[in-house]
């Protein structure tokens, strides 16, 4: 009988417990599961309209500087990162080649010169024999035959193709001479614009080889610290857009790796060119956005993060994205 009490016990305090388990665990599970909403006020204020792409920073030129003449590279005067002018010697090919071949076009043209000289006073004697010659036949044809008066017409008309043969010669050989000091002049590889070294492709000693294309030895960039741009490519969806924004004149903003906490906000959109590329059925075009590069932080080849502002506009109501999901 006792047992009998002891188990009913027991089975009534399982029996609460169990419901009293069971009536909480409903009550947290539905209050776990029920929904809970986030509030915001509506307000008023400005939105603008964006368009994100990727793009790659590169100077407004890169001008590849090489050599026209043939021959060891005796000095190199500039190194990568080097700021040059217009007109500075970068590197100089060894020149006494080319020295030899102005002292060997100069002499010839000395010989030409010399020959001309030598022809003149051949001529004047034949201009004279032939003038004595009529002279004498004026005074009395018996004093000198036809023959011979023939001789001395025909030497000198002889030796007047040959004055005109030896002037052409003059000339030839000062062309000769010009070539030979323009290729020395090559010797000594310039700048041709005031600009930074980005690239250098030669070492001093190295040989260079131009006959049949000139070799790249350094590339230069101009106009680094005023201005660099980034090449963009644009889905052929978004280019109306973008059309828009460049006539209305609105400005791109831009975030690189280097800089992750700087915002460059002074970009514009300089240029949209026609040469699209079609990958995979997807037509892009090329968006060219210019800005300023103060204290040289944008450097090439750099990865730019682009927002371009499409459209803004002001004192409207906003809503937040997930209210509308």
Known sequence: MQLLIKLTIVLGLLGGGSYAAYDYGTDWLAERNKPHFRTVAVER???????????????????????FVSGPIQDLFVDYNDE???????????????????????????????????????????VNDEKRALALQAENADY???????????????LDAQLTIAKATIEQAQANLENSETNLGYTDIRSPVDGIIINRTINEGQTLAAQFQAPQLFVIAPRMREKMLIEASIDEADIGMLQEAKAAGNPVIFKVDAYPEMLFEDGEIEQIR????????????????????????????????????????????????????
Do not use: C, W
């Open 144 to 158: 000198i035959s036809q023959t011979e008066l023939d001789q001395y017409h025909f030497a000198r008309t002889a």
């Open 274 to 325: 026609l040469s699209s590329t079609t990958t995979q059925s997807v037509v892009t075009y090329p968006v060219i956005v210019a800005t300023p590069n103060p204290g040289m932080k944008l450097l090439p080849n750099m990865t730019a993060d682009l927002t371009f502002q499409v459209a803004e506009h002001n004192d409207v109501l906003k809503v937040p994205n997930a209210a509308i999901r």
């Open 84 to 126: 040059v002018k217009k007109d500075q010697i970068l590197a100089k090919i060894d020149p006494r080649v080319y020295e030899a071949a102005v002292s060997r076009d100069r002499a010839t043209l000395a010989t030409r010169v010399a020959d001309v000289e030598r022809v003149e006073a051949q001529l004047q004697r034949a």
């Open 45 to 67: 204020g400005n939105i603008r309209i964006t368009r994100n792409a990727t793009g790659q920073v590169q100077p407004v030129l890169s001008v590849e500087v090489g050599s």
